[in-house]
C-alpha cells in the first residue's frame, strides 16, 4: 500500500493559490472538503513549488508563508527556499 | 513586509566575534541568507560548554531515563523556523483571529449557533481541554530547560509559547459564551476537582512527572503526531459547521502551530532512534504507553463527535480511520527501518472506535447530575445517523439501551446513576468499557502491588501500571478522594458544592435547562419552524 503524504489547508483566500498550485503540480493528488479546510494526498510525496505558487499569487512567496493557513499533515518535511515537500522517501 | 524583514536582518552588522576574527567573517555581500543559513545561524552556537559547573549538574535529568545521545548537532528542525520569523507568524495570526473574536461578539455570534446543545462542546474542551494547554506550555519549557541540544531547545521554546498562546486565545474566545450559558466560569477551579476532569488532568500530570525524553515522546509524538488530527480537525470542522465562527478560528489558527509541533513529534523519534540503538526498547516503551494513554483520553472527543455536535461532521469511527489507520500506517511503515513497531493494543483501539463514543455518553447519560455541562438521550433521527454509521455494534448494543432510557423519560422514571463507580488506577475512567470482541461483557482486570490490589479498565491500563507501580498507586482518584472525605462531604450536593457547581443550571440535561430557556427567547419560532419543516 502506498504511504500517504498529506497536507490540510484552510479553506480561505490566502490558500487558494497554493491549492491551486499544489493541484497542477501533483498529479494524482485527492481533495478532501471539510468544513473551513481542504486535505490534499497523494502517494508517497507531496510538493509545493515556490514559482507555481508566486504565479498564481502575482507575488513573491516564501515557502515559511505557508505556516499562516497550515492546519495539519502528514509525511516528512523538506523545505527550502524553493520548495515545500511532504514525502516518504528517504 | 517579508522583505522588508529580510533586508533589516541581511544589514546587521557582523557578529562581534566575526569582527574580531576568530572565525571567518560571513560574507556581507551575499544579497540575503538563505532559509538553510538562516536557520543556522539562528539555533546554533547559541549554546556552550559550561566551565564553572559541570554540564551534568546543570542537565541534570537528561540522563536518568537511560536514553543515549552521541551528537546534539544532528538535530534539525525540518520547518527551519527561526525565532524572528516566528514571532512574525504568530502575530499575524493573532491578529486575524481577535479581528474574527470582536465581530462575533459585535454581531452575537452565539444565537447563530446550529443549537444551544453546541455549547456543551465547548464548556467540555474549556474544562477539559483547555489547562491542558497551559500544562503543554509548562511541560515544554521544562524541556527546553533540560535538552542539552539548542536544536531541541528552541523549538521546545516555541512549543511552550505556542501553547500558553493556545490556552488565552480558547480563553478568550470562549468567555463571549460564558456571557449567556452556564458550565464555564468555573473551568480552572473544575479542572482540578471534577471526576472526569481527572482524566485528562491525570493524563498530563503523567506526563510532565515524566523525564523529558519521556515527555517529548508522551506529548511531542504520541500525542501532537498521532493524536492531536484526531482532536482538532474533527472538532473545527464541528465548530465550522454547528455555526460557531470563533471557535473555528482558534482551532485553526492553534492548528498551524500544531503543524509545527506534529514536526517537531516525529523529529524527536527519529533523532532518539538514530542516535543509539539501546534508544529503540525505551522509545517503544513509551509510544506504547502514550499511545494507549492519549487513546483513552481521546474518547472524550468521539462522544462529542458522535452524540454532542448538533450537526455531524463524521464519526469517530470515520475520522479513527482517516487519522489513525491511515495516517499512523503510513508513519509506523516509516519508522519500522528503526525497529520501531506499530504501538502494542493498536488493533484493540481500531475495534473500540466502534463501542467508545457509545459507551462514554452512556456513562454521562447516567451521571448528567455530576457532569458541569448538559446531556440527553438522541432523538429518532440522531439514532438512525449513529445505526447507519455503525452497522457493526449500534443497532445490536447500543440502540436497544437508549430507546429503554428514552421511554423511561417518557414514564417520567429518567434514569439516573446514584453509586459511585470504580475507576481505572491508570486512565481513571470509570469502568464502563467492554471486552474487545465481546461487548456485552464488561472488561476488568487487576493487579496486585505492595498487598492491595489495583483494577484496570483494559490491557493497556493494566500493562502501565504494571511498568511503574510505584507512579500509579498515587494516582488521585475522584472516587476514592471523596470516599476518603476529601472533597467537600460524603453526599453529592457536598460534593457538588465543593467542585463549585451551579447545581440546576450546569448541570443535568438540556432539556429544562437556563441554557435552553435562553436559546428559546433568541429562537421563539424555532419550534414551528421544525414542526413546518
Redesign the interface.
Given at each position: 500500500?502506498a504511504?500517504?503524504?498529506?497536507i490540510?489547508l484552510?479553506q480561505n483566500d490566502d490558500a487558494r493559490p497554493i491549492i491551486d498550485a499544489i493541484m497542477a503540480d501533483n498529479p494524482g493528488v485527492r481533495v478532501m472538503h471539510?468544513?473551513?479546510?481542504v486535505k490534499l494526498d497523494c502517494d508517497n510525496t507531496l510538493t509545493i513549488n515556490r514559482a507555481s505558487v508566486e504565479e498564481r499569487l502575482g507575488r513573491?512567496w516564501?515557502?515559511?508563508?505557508i505556516?499562516?493557513?497550515?492546519?495539519?499533515?502528514?509525511?516528512?518535511?523538506?523545505?527550502?527556499?524553493d520548495h515545500f515537500t511532504l514525502s516518504?522517501r528517504? | 513586509m517579508i522583505d522588508a524583514l529580510k533586508s533589516l536582518f541581511g544589514a546587521r552588522p557582523a557578529p562581534a566575534e566575526a569582527v574580531q576574527g576568530e572565525k571567518e567573517a560571513p560574507k556581507m555581500t551575499a544579497k540575503k541568507l538563505g532559509l538553510r543559513q538562516r536557520y543556522e545561524h539562528m539555533t546554533r552556537g547559541l549554546d556552550w560548554e559550561t566551565t564553572y559547573q559541570k554540564m551534568d549538574d546543570v542537565f541534570p535529568y537528561d540522563s536518568f531515563e537511560g536514553i543515549k545521545i552521541k551528537d546534539w548537532s544532528a538535530w534539525e528542525d525540518p520547518f527551519r523556523l527561526t525565532m524572528d520569523t516566528y514571532w512574525k507568524f504568530q502575530a499575524e495570526k493573532e491578529r486575524k483571529l481577535y479581528a474574527v473574536i470582536d465581530s462575533f461578539a459585535q454581531n452575537n455570534g452565539q444565537t447563530n449557533l446550529s443549537d444551544a446543545r453546541y455549547a456543551n462542546v465547548l464548556k467540555l474542551f474549556l474544562t477539559g481541554v483547555s489547562p491542558l494547554e497551559y500544562q503543554a506550555h509548562r511541560g515544554f519549557a521544562f524541556a527546553g530547560r533540560h535538552l542539552r541540544g539548542a536544536g531541541p531547545r528552541v523549538a521546545s521554546q516555541m512549543q511552550s509559547l505556542d501553547e500558553l498562546r493556545h490556552l488565552q486565545t480558547q480563553v478568550h474566545t470562549i468567555s463571549h459564551y460564558n456571557k449567556f450559558f452556564d458550565g464555564i466560569g468555573e473551568f480552572p477551579h473544575m479542572h482540578d476537582r471534577v471526576w472526569y476532569l481527572s482524566v485528562p488532568k491525570s493524563f498530563f500530570d503523567d506526563a510532565r512527572s515524566a523525564g523529558p525524553f519521556e515527555y517529548m515522546i508522551a506529548i511531542g509524538f504520541a500525542f501532537e503526531y498521532l493524536l492531536t488530527n484526531l482532536l482538532f480537525v474533527p472538532f473545527m470542522s464541528g465548530a465550522a459547521y454547528n455555526g460557531d465562527m470563533s471557535t473555528v478560528t482558534f482551532g485553526f489558527s492553534a492548528q498551524s502551530d500544531e503543524s509545527r509541533h506534529m514536526t517537531l513529534g516525529i523529529e524527536v523519534i527519529k533523532f532518539l532512534l538514530e542516535q543509539h540503538p539501546d534508544n529503540l526498547p525505551i522509545v517503544q516503551k513509551w509510544v506504547d504507553k502514550w499511545f494507549w494513554r492519549g487513546f483513552r483520553v481521546l474518547g472524550l472527543v468521539a462522544m462529542m463527535m458522535d452524540y454532542m455536535l448538533p450537526k455531524k461532521v463524521m464519526s469517530w469511527k470515520e475520522a479513527w480511520d482517516i487519522y489513525f489507520v491511515e495516517a499512523g500506517g503510513s508513519l509506523f511503515e516509516d519508522l519500522a527501518r528503526y525497529g520501531l513497531k506499530i504501538p502494542k493494543y493498536a488493533d484493540v483501539a481500531t475495534e473500540a472506535a466502534e463501542h467508545i463514543s457509545h459507551q462514554n455518553w452512556a456513562i454521562f447519560y447516567q451521571y448528567t447530575h455530576a457532569a458541569a455541562f448538559h446531556t440527553w438521550a438522541p432523538d429518532k433521527e440522531h439514532l438512525d445517523w449513529l445505526s447507519a454509521k455503525y452497522p457493526n455494534t449500534f443497532d445490536k448494543y447500543y440502540r436497544p439501551r437508549w430507546e429503554l432510557w428514552a421511554e423511561q423519560e417518557k414514564e417520567g422514571k429518567r434514569f439516573y446513576n446514584n453509586a459511585l463507580p470504580q475507576l481505572c488506577q491508570t486512565c481513571q475512567i470509570p469502568m464502563g468499557y467492554t471486552e474487545p470482541g465481546d461487548a456485552s461483557t464488561i472488561c476488568f482486570r487487576e493487579t496486585q502491588f505492595k498487598g492491595d490490589t489495583y483494577h484496570f479498565c483494559s490491557d493497556g491500563c493494566k500493562d502501565i501500571f504494571d511498568g511503574e507501580p510505584e507512579k500509579y498507586v498515587q494516582a488521585w482518584l475522584p472516587v476514592q478522594q471523596i470516599f476518603q472525605g476529601n472533597c467537600g462531604g460524603p453526599t453529592v450536593p457536598d460534593v457538588l458544592a465543593w467542585y463549585n457547581m451551579n447545581v440546576g443550571a450546569d448541570n443535568m440535561d438540556y432539556v429544562g435547562s437556563p441554557d435552553e430557556k435562553i436559546w428559546k427567547e433568541w429562537h421563539p419560532d424555532a419550534d414551528a419552524a421544525r414542526k413546518a419543516v
Amino acid at each position: 500500500m502506498a504511504q500517504i503524504a498529506s497536507i490540510t489547508l484552510l479553506q480561505n483566500d490566502d490558500a487558494r493559490p497554493i491549492i491551486d498550485a499544489i493541484m497542477a503540480d501533483n498529479p494524482g493528488v485527492r481533495v478532501m472538503h471539510f468544513n473551513g479546510a481542504v486535505k490534499l494526498d497523494c502517494d508517497n510525496t507531496l510538493t509545493i513549488n515556490r514559482a507555481s505558487v508566486e504565479e498564481r499569487l502575482g507575488r513573491s512567496w516564501e515557502p515559511q508563508e505557508i505556516q499562516l493557513v497550515l492546519v495539519s499533515m502528514a509525511g516528512n518535511l523538506d523545505e527550502d527556499d524553493d520548495h515545500f515537500t511532504l514525502s516518504w522517501r528517504h | 513586509m517579508i522583505d522588508a524583514l529580510k533586508s533589516l536582518f541581511g544589514a546587521r552588522p557582523a557578529p562581534a566575534e566575526a569582527v574580531q576574527g576568530e572565525k571567518e567573517a560571513p560574507k556581507m555581500t551575499a544579497k540575503k541568507l538563505g532559509l538553510r543559513q538562516r536557520y543556522e545561524h539562528m539555533t546554533r552556537g547559541l549554546d556552550w560548554e559550561t566551565t564553572y559547573q559541570k554540564m551534568d549538574d546543570v542537565f541534570p535529568y537528561d540522563s536518568f531515563e537511560g536514553i543515549k545521545i552521541k551528537d546534539w548537532s544532528a538535530w534539525e528542525d525540518p520547518f527551519r523556523l527561526t525565532m524572528d520569523t516566528y514571532w512574525k507568524f504568530q502575530a499575524e495570526k493573532e491578529r486575524k483571529l481577535y479581528a474574527v473574536i470582536d465581530s462575533f461578539a459585535q454581531n452575537n455570534g452565539q444565537t447563530n449557533l446550529s443549537d444551544a446543545r453546541y455549547a456543551n462542546v465547548l464548556k467540555l474542551f474549556l474544562t477539559g481541554v483547555s489547562p491542558l494547554e497551559y500544562q503543554a506550555h509548562r511541560g515544554f519549557a521544562f524541556a527546553g530547560r533540560h535538552l542539552r541540544g539548542a536544536g531541541p531547545r528552541v523549538a521546545s521554546q516555541m512549543q511552550s509559547l505556542d501553547e500558553l498562546r493556545h490556552l488565552q486565545t480558547q480563553v478568550h474566545t470562549i468567555s463571549h459564551y460564558n456571557k449567556f450559558f452556564d458550565g464555564i466560569g468555573e473551568f480552572p477551579h473544575m479542572h482540578d476537582r471534577v471526576w472526569y476532569l481527572s482524566v485528562p488532568k491525570s493524563f498530563f500530570d503523567d506526563a510532565r512527572s515524566a523525564g523529558p525524553f519521556e515527555y517529548m515522546i508522551a506529548i511531542g509524538f504520541a500525542f501532537e503526531y498521532l493524536l492531536t488530527n484526531l482532536l482538532f480537525v474533527p472538532f473545527m470542522s464541528g465548530a465550522a459547521y454547528n455555526g460557531d465562527m470563533s471557535t473555528v478560528t482558534f482551532g485553526f489558527s492553534a492548528q498551524s502551530d500544531e503543524s509545527r509541533h506534529m514536526t517537531l513529534g516525529i523529529e524527536v523519534i527519529k533523532f532518539l532512534l538514530e542516535q543509539h540503538p539501546d534508544n529503540l526498547p525505551i522509545v517503544q516503551k513509551w509510544v506504547d504507553k502514550w499511545f494507549w494513554r492519549g487513546f483513552r483520553v481521546l474518547g472524550l472527543v468521539a462522544m462529542m463527535m458522535d452524540y454532542m455536535l448538533p450537526k455531524k461532521v463524521m464519526s469517530w469511527k470515520e475520522a479513527w480511520d482517516i487519522y489513525f489507520v491511515e495516517a499512523g500506517g503510513s508513519l509506523f511503515e516509516d519508522l519500522a527501518r528503526y525497529g520501531l513497531k506499530i504501538p502494542k493494543y493498536a488493533d484493540v483501539a481500531t475495534e473500540a472506535a466502534e463501542h467508545i463514543s457509545h459507551q462514554n455518553w452512556a456513562i454521562f447519560y447516567q451521571y448528567t447530575h455530576a457532569a458541569a455541562f448538559h446531556t440527553w438521550a438522541p432523538d429518532k433521527e440522531h439514532l438512525d445517523w449513529l445505526s447507519a454509521k455503525y452497522p457493526n455494534t449500534f443497532d445490536k448494543y447500543y440502540r436497544p439501551r437508549w430507546e429503554l432510557w428514552a421511554e423511561q423519560e417518557k414514564e417520567g422514571k429518567r434514569f439516573y446513576n446514584n453509586a459511585l463507580p470504580q475507576l481505572c488506577q491508570t486512565c481513571q475512567i470509570p469502568m464502563g468499557y467492554t471486552e474487545p470482541g465481546d461487548a456485552s461483557t464488561i472488561c476488568f482486570r487487576e493487579t496486585q502491588f505492595k498487598g492491595d490490589t489495583y483494577h484496570f479498565c483494559s490491557d493497556g491500563c493494566k500493562d502501565i501500571f504494571d511498568g511503574e507501580p510505584e507512579k500509579y498507586v498515587q494516582a488521585w482518584l475522584p472516587v476514592q478522594q471523596i470516599f476518603q472525605g476529601n472533597c467537600g462531604g460524603p453526599t453529592v450536593p457536598d460534593v457538588l458544592a465543593w467542585y463549585n457547581m451551579n447545581v440546576g443550571a450546569d448541570n443535568m440535561d438540556y432539556v429544562g435547562s437556563p441554557d435552553e430557556k435562553i436559546w428559546k427567547e433568541w429562537h421563539p419560532d424555532a419550534d414551528a419552524a421544525r414542526k413546518a419543516v
